[in-house]
């Protein structure tokens, strides 16, 4: 469970930031746990890449939620870019991740809502994402935040 004082509510104590270069080790650490949440896993240096564009690159956003002790409970990943049917740029809510014992505090919701406020400042027409059909705990929120469109996602991976 999350490090908080006895009667303090969780929701108003944790801090929504960016990621910064200090946090890769407890970043690394959720990151293997979302992994293998969905029974993949990813070569080191693909996973230290991602570590290093969500520090430096312009278009990918990395924001951490954390406790009152500091320690990271959750992450979500963001991808801006253009699109051909507005004017404005849009944000792929790529990743999103709460550790299990910090789940149902509304953490995952806060992360979305920083993502929502970030695309507004940045001029973005929407932002979407995508999860498991059967992540039915996940939609239960995400039919809160956001309209579930009919959209059927196809994907070919090349080598």
């Given at each position: 469970?999350p490090?908080?004082?006895t009667?303090?509510?969780?929701?108003?104590?944790?801090?929504?930031?960016?990621?910064?270069?200090?946090?890769?080790?407890?970043?690394?650490?959720?990151?293997?746990?979302?992994?293998?949440?969905?029974?993949?896993?990813?070569?080191?240096?693909?996973?230290?890449?991602?570590?290093?564009?969500?520090?430096?690159?312009?278009?990918?956003?990395?924001?951490?939620?954390?406790?009152?002790?500091?320690?990271?409970?959750?992450?979500?990943?963001?991808?801006?870019?253009?699109?051909?049917?507005?004017?404005?740029?849009?944000?792929?809510?790529?990743?999103?991740?709460?550790?299990?014992?910090?789940?149902?505090?509304?953490?995952?919701?806060?992360?979305?809502?920083?993502?929502?406020?970030?695309?507004?400042?940045?001029?973005?027409?929407?932002?979407?994402?995508?999860?498991?059909?059967?992540?039915?705990?996940?939609?239960?929120?995400y039919?809160?935040?956001?309209?579930?469109?009919?959209?059927?996602?196809?994907?070919?991976?090349?080598?």
């Open positions: 469970m490090t908080l004082p009667g303090t509510n969780i929701l108003t104590s944790i801090d929504i930031r960016s990621l910064t270069a200090a946090d890769q080790a407890a970043w690394h650490t959720l990151w293997q746990q979302y992994l293998d949440f969905y029974h993949t896993g990813l070569p080191e240096n693909v996973s230290r890449h991602t570590w290093q564009r969500l520090l430096n690159h312009p278009q990918m956003h990395g924001w951490g939620a954390f406790d009152v002790s500091g320690s990271l409970l959750g992450f979500a990943h963001a991808v801006q870019h253009p699109n051909t049917w507005h004017i404005g740029e849009c944000l792929y809510l790529e990743d999103l991740f709460v550790q299990p014992e910090a789940r149902r505090h509304g953490i995952a919701r806060r992360l979305i809502e920083t993502a929502y406020v970030h695309a507004a400042a940045a001029g973005c027409n929407r932002v979407y994402w995508v999860t498991d059909s059967d992540n039915h705990t996940a939609q239960t929120l039919r809160q935040l956001a309209r579930q469109s009919d959209v059927v996602l196809f994907r070919h991976d090349l080598p």
